[in-house]
């Protein structure tokens, strides 16, 4: 073997890396030609630039906790899904903070490798709700198409510790009931003599600045607020509890604001979300009409593994079989959480005048949408009822409308109610006010009589949580009570 000097060394060594750079560079040539590469290798003294997907929720949350103080990364962008007139504005500067004078530009979706293109992005965040496994590897494929990492930020880093015991509800879909849960909960934590408030799952689709922390005790306060209907449906059943609401966008000053008048925090939860506060208590749902969906969509399967306690919603409507392959369900996913059973009787304001007659059905938005439900509350109860016929919708609806059936196929029996701006509202009611029929069943949660001025009369479908066997869901709140405040049940 010959010796080399260390001269020789050097120079051999010199030529070798260079060697190499020269190469690394004719193939980064070759990949640009060939649109492989959607941006160079970042130099490392620069920012690190992500663009989080999201759908006004879950991703302004994440920035604001992750991101938003961080110099060392550059939000470059969010993207918008599943809301529609989100796209086109900006994460306005006063809530995105000095390293962002201008804001953030929030982009469609549709735009994810143009975006990765022109801006150099090195990270693809993902940061919205109650979509499959697969749909979530797709957008992760085509970052990674692009040169980009992808990633997702766990609870650890987003949940915010309270001063307050915090009780959550969440679900592994949209549509299992947490809502009615979380106010059956809350009416029992009064009961106790508890001062209680309830925060929201976020749902900022108008002024972001002025939604940055909102409260909401009385329906003067929805109508200043300009709510949608889809922020009404989850608002105006707690205000018609006496308990305040509070939801918004920055959750650091939404739950600093709760703290301030409640000796326990209960967290409503959005979709199928992890919650955005760190639980004492994590109460999850799963729907025993769909007990195939316990692990199938992000992050609901993550979140029926955090459990603390599962509930099997909605047993009274469904099968035995379904029920039981719920259950086992989650016992595959997360073995030794307690489980119990919870039924949501549905209860018509008034019977005789749906009986015999052709009925109209607008049920709760999201839960028909993504949620995947071919109907809701308004149609079970329409049906118990003996309604004469529940009208096809989809001849007189309005564009808006039709659109929301053409995306959702399963849908045909049932008007979705969408409301996420004015347009959409009126579409509602001219789809509503079309339809050949004699009554409207709204299962939505809101009071539709009042909020349209809709040609036909409303019977209101109404429906709660109760409980479907022992021990049930109260032997769980209240031994948290016991250890969390030393209150047990009287």
């Known amino acids: 073997m010959h010796s080399l000097t260390l001269t ?57 906790v992750a991101f938003r103080a961080d110099p060392s990364v550059e939000v470059v962008a969010f993207t918008a899904a599943q809301i529609p007139g989100i796209a086109g504005r900006r994460y306005p500067a006063a809530l995105a903070g000095p390293l962002y004078p201008g804001g953030i530009p929030i982009e469609p979706e549709a735009e994810l490798e143009a975006i990765c293109r022109e801006a150099r992005v090195d990270e693809v965040v993902f940061a919205y709700s109650d979509v499959s496994h697969a749909h979530v590897m ?19 880093r987003t949940m915010l510790a309270a001063r307050r015991p915090v009780i959550a509800v969440s679900a592994v879909r949209t549509g299992c009931g947490k809502s009615q849960t979380a106010r059956w909960i809350a009416r029992r934590l009064r009961a106790r003599g508890l001062r209680v408030a309830a925060l929201r799952h976020p749902m900022p689709y108008g002024d972001l600045v002025a939604a940055r922390c909102q409260r909401f005790a009385a329906r003067a306060d929805l109508d200043a607020a300009g709510c949608t209907i889809e922020e009404r449906e989850e608002y105006e059943p707690w205000i018609q509890l006496g308990i305040p609401i509070f939801a918004g966008v920055d959750y650091a000053e939404i739950l600093a604001a709760a703290e301030d008048e409640a000796e326990l925090l209960l967290w409503d939860g959005g979709n199928n979300d992890f919650p955005f506060l760190r639980p004492g208590l994590h109460v ?40 039981e392959a719920a259950e086992t369900a989650l016992r595959r996913v997360a073995p030794g959480v307690p489980i119990v059973r919870g039924a949501s ?55 808006e409308i039709r659109a929301a059936f053409e995306a959702y196929p399963h849908l045909a029996r049932v008007v979705p109610a969408l409301g996420y701006g004015e347009a959409q509202r009126r579409a509602l009611q001219a ?58 049940a009287p």
């Open 345 to 399: 009787p549905v209860v018509l304001d008034d019977p005789s005048a749906v009986r015999g007659r052709r009925v109209v059905v607008v049920d709760d938005g999201p839960t028909l949408t993504h949620g995947g439900m071919a109907y809701g509350a308004g149609f079970v109860a329409a049906v118990a009822a003996g309604a004469a016929e529940i009208v096809d919708p989809r001849p007189g609806a309005a564009p």
């Open 8 to 64: 020789q060394a050097k120079q051999s060594f010199v030529s070798l890396e260079s060697a190499r750079l020269l190469a690394s560079a004719k193939v980064n040539a070759v990949h640009l030609t060939r649109g492989l590469l959607c941006h160079p290798r970042p130099v490392p003294s620069q920012r690190r630039r992500l663009l989080i997907l999201g759908a006004a929720g879950r991703d302004f949350h994440d920035f604001n």
């Open 431 to 488: 789809t509503l006010d079309a339809a050949p029929a004699d009554v409207v069943v709204s299962g939505t949660p809101i009071d539709l009589a009042a909020l349209l001025a809709l040609r036909l009369p409303v019977v209101r479908a109404r429906y709660e949580y109760a409980e479907a066997g022992e021990p049930g869901l109260g032997a769980h709140v209240d031994a948290f009570l016991a250890k969390a405040l030393g209150r047990r």
């Open 138 to 156: 797709h957008l992760a494929s085509r970052a990674l198409a692009c040169g980009a990492d992808f990633g997702l930020l766990g609870p650890e």
């Open 284 to 323: 999850v749902l799963a729907d025993a009409l769909r007990p195939g969906d316990v692990d199938t969509h992000h992050p609901g399967e993550a979140v029926a593994r955090m459990a603390d306690v599962l509930v099997v919603a909605k047993s009274d409507a469904a099968g035995g079989a379904q029920v």
